[in-house]
């Protein structure tokens, strides 16, 4: 198996190319450039078409354009922009459209700061845009990971008909490691999209829509959505456990910061602690169900979460854990990407309170 | 020769805008209601008509044919 | 027997579905779906056509017209439409949409499609003002008339002057066909007709971006009746915004040299 040396942002390019994406419609932020001028670079020399939009919001609806067309299609940007997407991520929701976009997540609010950040983690999980409904999310720790994942992103989106959001941080997107795709993915080979306005010759006509103006069918409508968030529910947790088998202390966190994590249990697994790691990598769903059980085990003296964020992913671990055991927060907003050795020394001392905003 | 316009009752809006189109001057609101409660159009003079259409150019809801 | 030989001289175009409109008696959105339907027939495009609907009164045009539509948000229906045709070079791409939702809050996404000289076609209803939210005020509003929200007319030191669309997009070397026509009378809907007809031959002829910004009425909002509002259309609008051809048939212009 060949393995290439690349940067996230790249990778999640090939990896998209691989998927049979064809468009990508881009707008500049840092720190996602990468990738919109890798698909310009190599999306003609694959028969397919960039785009460069006026604006995030005018790339989200070119998706929308996009998706209703049938086509496999991906957008990109980094947290002020992704906020620019939210309308039209809600409208891609509402109108059952398969679409993939990347958050590589920088420092707000507002526009924050450049640095690597997990800030968006209520937005991207929560909704984000109005009305009731859900991303797919996904937040891959690896850049091979984000490679596997942004395949099955495109995957998930036409099962589901919905967007699904690949949430990585600056750190994931700027950081190169070696990476293998093994499959690529012929667009021409994909099962064909009945739905798709395509021109209704012989049937009849398509359309894609989320205005149901009767509440009866918007009640019918949001309904069938949520009949579809359950599905997922089910279906889509996924999670990543490390040395939790004895865990007394379980440290809970996603991303790069699951990766500082997995050296902190390292570390205190050497200094006899029995530590251990549980990573959820699908954000919605939020893998509660496995957390309980592991949580619920006797050993279990407390559940620490560990973000680039001020208390976003401890809601969806408090919410899962239902007080089944104390939970503690280790916050780092802004950019500021902890040593292990940090982490390590601060989750030691009982509820992570230097952080200022712990449980 | 022959022409006539063929009133499409239910879509007619009773806008008159055929009515003051008309050179001939042959449509009327009729005092029946379709069922959306509106006055629909009726051809007063069917005699009269030349077939020139312009009514139908101008009804905003494609409520008329016209036949020559 | 005469019957034998009588001909349908004027029928309903078969690129609308027998859906009655939603909209206000009187009101000429209804004559632009027609022409838009007629061009649609004539040039034998149905199955091949995909229509992008806005949001304002002609939300519903998905239900009129007899072919592939997307609903788009408001104002992005030339992004909506420009990721279509990206997709299927080979399908003929419009959107409908009104003055609140192409010249206010769409003015971003109707440029930057222009001047890509994205081959779509625009229908862009005028009719000075937002009619689905009641009647409020429009980029496209004129000096002095009364809205909703200008209730003693649009005062132009406080409000502002109105954008003229064709005018503006005429500065752009990307389109290839822009066009403003009236409803105001027959021979001004025969005009409209040439002019929706040609800006889809544009886009047949793969020549680039053509939009029709037609003048319409609006009675309820304007407070007039059919009659009235035809001749405030004429007497008034027409005025304020010159009808005629503002580009008919795509620039050409060299590229600088690479670096």
Known sequence: MERKLMKGNEAVGEAAIAAGCRYFFGYPITPQNELPEYMARRLPEVGGTYLQAESEVSAINMVYGAAGAGARVMTSSSSPGISLKQEGLSYLAGAELPCVVVNMMRGGPGLGGIQPAQSDYFQATKGGGHGDYHLLVLAPAYVQELVDLVQEAFDLADKYRNPVMILGDGVLGQMMEPVAITKYIDPRDLPKKEWATTGASGRRPNLINSLYIDPVELAAHNRKLAAKYQRMCREEQRFQEYCLEDAETILVAYGVMARICRSVVDMARHSGLKWGLFRPISLYPFPGDALYDRAKEAGVRRVVTAELSCGQLIEDVRLALDGLVPTELLAYPGGLVPSPAEVFRQAKSERGALNGCSA | MLARVVVNSERCKGCQICCFTCPKNILQLSTETNSKGYNPVYVQFPQKCTGCALCALMCPDVALEVWK | ?259
């Open chain 3, 1 to 259: 027997m005469a019957v034998q030989h009588e001909k349908r001289v004027f029928g309903y175009p078969s690129s609308l579905t027998d859906a009655p409109f939603h909209y206000c008696p009187g009101c000429t959105h209804g004559i632009a779906h027609r022409l838009v339907a007629e061009a649609i027939d004539d040039l034998r495009l149905k199955e091949h056509t995909v229509g992008v609907a806005s949001v304002g009164c002609s939300v519903f045009t998905y239900n009129y017209f007899n072919c592939d539509m997307q609903q788009a948000s408001h104002g992005r229906a030339p992004a909506v439409a420009t990721g279509i045709k990206r997709v299927s070079p080979e399908t003929i791409v419009f959107t409908y949409q009104g003055d609140g939702d192409l010249a206010s809050i769409g003015t971003a996404e109707i440029i930057h499609a222009a001047a890509r000289g994205e081959n779509i076609t625009v229908i862009f209803i005028n009719n000075t003002n937002f009619g689905m939210t009641g009647g409020q005020m429009a980029p496209t509003t004129l000096p002095g008339q009364k809205t909703t929200t200008t209730p003693l007319g649009r005062d132009v030191k406080k409000a502002g002057y109105p954008l003229r669309v064709c005018e503006l997009l005429s500065a752009l070397d990307g389109p290839a066909y822009l066009a403003r026509v009236s409803l105001h009378s027959p021979k001004e809907v025969l005009r409209a007709k040439k002019a929706i007809r040609k800006a889809f031959e544009t886009q047949v002829a793969g020549a680039g971006f053509s939009l029709v910004e037609v003048l319409s009425t609006c009675p309820t909002n304007w407070g007039l009746p059919p009659k009235k509002a035809l001749e405030y259309l004429r007497d008034e609008v027409a005025k304020y915004y010159p009808l005629g051809e503002f580009r008919d048939g795509p620039r050409e212009v060299e590229a600088c040299s690479t670096r």
